[in-house]
């Protein structure tokens, strides 16, 4: 391995180990290349993760190695980096890291960390999201495409909630929409306010989007994963390089790029350049949070109207009142079945 590389990034001083060491095998990207890639995106990157408690997926040994998510700071963090206690859903708490600066970034991809994932929270107040994060994930059967047609049917959806969204790529099949809010609203009713969207886009088109929890009910549609905006649930963050054989990046679009854009466009070789020529997409996203009032109403009618209350929490989750069963469909007809 080549000796250690000291970075500059701002005012700081990162130090780089085993810069060499291949991360992307098919593609010959080496830790050192990811480094370079944050620092290319850095004010975009720093946008997306400002003040926001953020879980790492490290990759120490690269994508064809073994990796783990560290929720909990690193011992040896640096005392530049700041911290914020977060609550877990079963009442535990952890201090994560928020990134302040750029350099934070670069720090944490030394430690092998490919993928941030950023809470909807800032740490001033790490109990009131200031995202609504909308998650469109094709199914098996379904593909990116099938994705881009869910989110021309939720733009105008959201735009008549008076919200606008922001999209981007997940670095995958989907595609995350993102909703700046005022962070007046707790994890539950942002939540709420989701499945309402959600709801609504499977009415509009019930063969092509769904927000059914179980996948035996989901087929070949979109799904519209509500549970995102649980607490402590996080997606993939703006410029995060993705685990991907080929280096893909979660990149951030404007609404008239959706139907030509494709995820394999955007990864660490091809997201620097465009970088360079256009910038941050969404630098303005923050300039106007939205209020989420109008999808409350929506999600009363919901429950009033038509008796659709809440769905079901992830497995992990403590259970919560008013929730419906956690049990697979298939599996609670065959006990009943049993008990007759």
Known sequence: MAEARQLTVGERTVRLSNPDKVYFPERGFTKLDVASYYLSVADGVLRALRDRPTTLERYPDGVTGESFFQKRAPRNLPEWIPTARIAFP??????E???????AVVWAANLGCLTFHPWPVRRADTDRPDELRIDLDPQPGTDYADAVAAARELRPLLERLGLRGWPKTSGGRGLHVYVPIVPEWTFTQVRRCAIAIG?????????????AWWKEERGERVFVDYNQTARDRTIAGAYSVRPHPRAQVSAPLRWEELDDARPEDF???????????EGDV??????????????????????RDQGLGDL??????????GEPKRVQ??????RDRDRD
């Open 90 to 95: 079963s009442g535990r708490y952890a201090d």
């Open 97 to 103: 890291i928020c990134p302040t600066e750029p350099a």
């Open 199 to 211: 709801r609504e886009l499977s009415a509009r088109q019930p063969d092509r989007i769904t927000t």
């Open 267 to 277: 990864d660490l070789a091809t997201m620097p350049r465009r970088y360079a020529e």
């Open 282 to 303: 969404h630098a303005g996203m923050d300039d106007e949070p939205c209020r989420l009032d109008a999808v409350l109403e929506l999600a009363d009618r919901h429950e």
């Open 312 to 321: 079901p929490y992830p497995p992990d989750h403590p259970k919560v009142a």
């Open 329 to 334: 469909p298939s599996r609670d007809r065959d």
